[in-house]
């Protein structure tokens, strides 16, 4: 005869066996059936070239680069999934910087320019730079991204110091997903229609 003990060891073995391999079909499930995202649109008011220096000791003068943005994307799918615990959105400008000597491509770059979290909670619309619309004047059950006359959260500046070499840059929202059970997934939530062009430096 077995004692209470066993059996309620036996029990729970069970039970943690079972839950594993629920929680594993549903991490596959999860990861087989992504839902689609058609990617929204980034649109750039103005980008300001000027020279400055990052508040942190010792900082040299360099060229800094500032922009106003407006992005509209619709996230609703990856929001109402069931799996999905909460969205990391970043935009990035990924941009070449050539030699002006040989005019080769010298070095690439990717910046983060601008990121949010959006929690699952957060499945109404989401405006002005991430913040939500005040309870009841909303639309439930959307996960519309509408940020307007947003700024670059991060400093953009160039590891040469200038962008004298730099004519254009690519500007791209992308998502990370973090699900309950299983792995992260990402993709893209919005571009911008081509390549933005730099301004010259403002003058002083």
Known sequence: ???TFQRLNHLSSLATTYVMILLGLISIASFLSLP??????IDVKDIILQKGRLRRWGAREEEL???????RTDLNPLLKSYNTKQLFLYMTA???EYDPSSGSVREQHDVVLWDRIVQRA???????????????????????IRVEEGKNK????????TFRDVPSANLTLHYSLMPYVGVLSSGIA?????????????KR
């Open 1 to 3: 005869m077995y004692s």
């Open 94 to 96: 990924s941009y070449p």
């Open 122 to 144: 957060d499945i109404r619309d989401i405006r002005a730079v991430g913040k939500k619309i005040p309870a009841g004047k909303g639309k439930k059950g959307r996960g519309n």
């Open 36 to 41: 689609e995202v058609d990617a929204g649109r």
């Open 65 to 71: 680069a500032s922009l106003r943005f407006d992005i």
């Open 154 to 161: 991060y400093m953009w500046t160039n590891p040469s110091g």
């Open 190 to 202: 919005a571009t911008a229609q081509g390549p933005i062009t730099l301004p010259e430096v403002l």
